[in-house]
């Protein structure tokens, strides 16, 4: 008969559980990369089999401002609301045809960003499929500022006004 104290029998356990391998899924070799949510909702029960062809309800940042991105990634998180970062207006306008998202938040500072580039990019969307567009920029730029009013996006803030409402901002439909 083995005797062991309750620390050591706890222990034992943790040992047992932090090496005991872990079973493979003998159905993942078959599955296509990037398909593995679709082969993992065969073992759901139908009622609760996700619709993997729903666009999630997102938000688009065009920045290379870290600072900013930092800001509303956390805030979005917050509000369980997902986001895409890009960095150019090519990666943005793929991400805008394939994501669709509802809210398009610009940094009119982004290097190589020309406003009227992005504003014929964004006049090819029309309807519901159109997002929100919210630019900013500093202060100071007021020339650029203007060129976004100019250009007709829905919404122009200075970065300190976007800095100190970002919530506010991504929960505007």
Do not use: W
Request: hydrophobic share 45%.
């Amino acid at each position: 008969m083995l005797s062991c104290s309750v620390t050591s029998v706890i222990a034992c356990s943790i040992v047992l559980v932090a090496v005991k391998p872990r079973r493979e899924n003998p159905r993942r070799e078959s599955v296509p990369h990037g398909a593995q949510m679709a082969a993992s909702s065969d073992f759901l029960p139908h009622a609760f089999t996700p619709n993997i062809h729903l666009k999630p309800n997102m938000i688009l940042l065009l920045t290379q401002d870290l600072m900013m991105s930092s800001t509303v990634s956390s805030v979005a998180r917050t509000m369980d609301e997902p986001l895409k970062t890009a960095s150019s207006v090519a990666a943005a306008g793929k991400l805008i045809s394939s994501d669709q998202p509802r809210l398009l938040l610009i940094d009119l500072q982004t290097p190589a960003l020309q406003v009227a580039e992005v504003a014929s990019m964004l006049q090819t969307i029309s309807g519901p499929n159109r997002p929100r567009i919210v630019a900013y920029a500093q202060h100071v730029n007021k020339a650029l500022l203007e060129e976004a009013t100019e250009a007709g996006f829905d919404q122009i803030l200075t970065r300190g006004q976007m800095h100190g409402n970002v919530s506010d901002v991504l929960e505007a439909r």
